[in-house]
């Protein structure tokens, strides 16, 4: 069964760093691109950071740049996001993802595969 299974989520004061991993079993996905998504409470899921099959290329959200760092450990195929200065407003559950397509061009529509989700809290 192909699954893509987050961890690191938990909880964080405002200012904090987590980092989250997004490891792949059931299938490689070494041709994937892979990006992170949110979803907070009585909101839509929406893109947060996105990162080239070969890792080369990054792509992220605008509320989140210079915060937060996708990366890619090829040997592993797991994905990671480093998560710096975390706010309030970043509280959501954090989802990885998986979709032949270029980072900047990833949206909800576009991805093929999913993970549960991990939640993140960050209080203030």
């Known amino acids: 069964q192909v699954q893509l299974v987050e961890s690191g989520g938990g909880l964080a004061q405002a200012g904090g760093s987590l980092r989250l991993s997004c490891a792949p079993s059931?299938?490689?996905?070494?041709?994937?691109?892979m990006g992170w998504f949110r979803q907070a409470p009585g909101k839509e899921r929406e893109f947060v950071a996105g990162?080239?099959?070969?890792?080369?290329?990054?792509h992220y959200a605008d509320s989140v740049k210079g915060r937060f760092t996708i990366s890619r450990d090829g040997a592993q195929n797991t994905v990671y996001l480093q998560m710096n200065s975390l706010k309030p407003e970043d509280t959501a559950k954090y989802y990885c993802a998986a979709a032949l397509t270029a980072p900047q061009s990833m949206s909800e529509r576009t991805m093929d595969y999913w993970g549960k989700g991990t939640l993140v809290t960050v209080s203030s």
């Open positions: 059931g299938r490689t996905f070494s041709s994937y691109g």
């Open positions: 990162i080239s099959r070969g890792g080369s290329i990054t």
